[in-house]
């Protein structure tokens, strides 16, 4: 369970810390869309990681968080795209 | 019906004990649909510039109003509008809409400089600064001064002057505001009685008198002297926003509402964190949220 705590205060600091880079690179897009890829990785490695260490790690468990990775990315990115 | 909304919302033996909407292939189908509806949007701005867009109302008297405040702030002196710059600043965005570019630099290869030449004004300091699909002055001056380069020309002490334009136009296949602000140090005091357009002697001058120049590299989107137009333009930033901000609303929601049913029912599956799912998709969806539509150069 203290585990368990661990891994999502490292999600949230991950999280925190994109969503804050992303806004303090406002003037420029293409740093934007770096620091949004970047998160996308970052969650689908936390999935990986958590789901090893919790022993229950499966392709189709990383599959479902590469899945909802790729479509925030295609939202953030098409927003920055149109903006 | 109910059955059917059930099969799409709540975890059961008949959708394996899982929402529907956030199975694997529902996931594909969504990023496949979103794909397809930012394909179609670019498709009309192709055909149809005229429907979608985006045009603002910006006065260019406030733009300079914030920049002089912001100066204020930082003890440099406020700058004053010269004519000449704002006919140089019109004749910017009149060619980036002519040529269709959003750039400090004409695909000709003219740079900014050229545009105070044109109208006459001899600088001994000069920058530019651009700005694009802002919705308000007061936008489009904080994400100059959020830019290290741009925060830089505007509140640098060095400019006197200042000219301003607000035009609207077509771009790229877009309907765009532009905003262009330039910056200037005569090199003696301008002869502003004088109009733009007339070429004068001291045009052909400028010309031939070395002049010492600092320069902005890059210029910010131009702001459109408002038109008159009609505003009935749909917006594809806005279109996009609320497009993405439902769809992964809907998803966080069902995440949440299959992982307390799940918790609930102490259903044993092997599927991702809906903890996990719900956090990411939050920062997702307030990033998009607190987006805003504009960009500066």
């Known amino acids: 369970m203290r585990e368990n705590i661990v891994h999502y205060l490292v999600l949230l600091v991950i999280l925190d810390l994109a969503v804050a880079t992303f806004f303090l690179f406002s003037f420029n897009k293409t740093y934007q869309a770096a620091v949004v890829v970047s998160m996308g990785i970052l969650y689908v490695a936390w999935g990986i990681i958590h789901h090893w260490l919790s022993e229950d790690f499966h392709p189709k468990v990383v599959l479902e968080y590469v899945l909802i990775s790729l479509l925030a990315n295609l939202v953030i990115l098409s927003l920055l795209f149109r903006a | ?297």
């Not at chain 2, 394909?39 to 867009?53: F, Y």
């Not at chain 2, 406020?78 to 600043?89: D, G, I």
């Not at chain 2, 600064?129 to 505007?154: G, K, Q």
């Open chain 2, 1 to 297: 019906m109910l059955a059917r909304l059930k099969h799409f919302f709540i975890p059961s033996e008949a959708n394996n004990f899982r929402a529907k909407i956030i199975h694997h292939q529902s996931l594909s189908y969504f990023s496949v649909l979103f794909l397809a509806f930012q394909l179609v949007l670019s498709t009309i701005l192709l055909v149809k510039p005229a429907v979608l867009g985006f045009a603002s109302q910006i006065s260019p008297e406030r733009v300079v109003e914030l920049t002089n405040s912001e100066r204020a702030k930082v003890g440099a002196p406020a700058l004053k509008l010269n004519s000449f710059l704002n006919e140089a600043a019109q004749r910017k965005a009149g060619d980036m809409f002519a040529f269709n570019y959003w750039a400090h630099n004409s695909p000709s290869g003219r740079d900014p400089w050229t545009f105070f030449k044109e109208v006459g004004y001899r600088y001994l300091f000069a920058g530019e600064n651009l700005a694009r699909d802002f919705s308000s002055p007061e936008a489009v001056v904080s994400a100059w001064m959020a830019s290290p380069t741009h925060r830089e020309n505007l509140l640098n002490p060095k400019y006197q002057e200042i000219g301003i334009s607000v035009v609207d136009g077509t771009l790229g296949g877009t309907e765009t505001t532009l905003v262009v602000q330039l910056f200037g140090t005569p090199v003696s005091p301008v002869p502003v009685a004088q109009k733009p357009e007339i070429v004068t002697p001291e045009i052909a001058e400028v010309k031939e008198i070395p002049v010492q120049m600092e320069v902005e590299k890059s210029a910010p989107p131009l702001l459109a002297q408002a038109t008159g137009r009609e505003k009935t333009l749909t917006n594809p930033f806005l279109l996009t926003k609320n497009l993405g901000t439902s769809l992964l609303g809907i998803i966080v929601g069902v995440v949440i509402l299959d992982g307390a049913i799940v918790f609930r029912r102490k259903t044993l599956r092997l599927s991702g964190r809906s903890l996990a799912h719900t956090m990411f998709l939050m920062g997702v969806i307030l990033i998009i949220i607190l987006s805003t539509q504009g960009a500066i150069l």
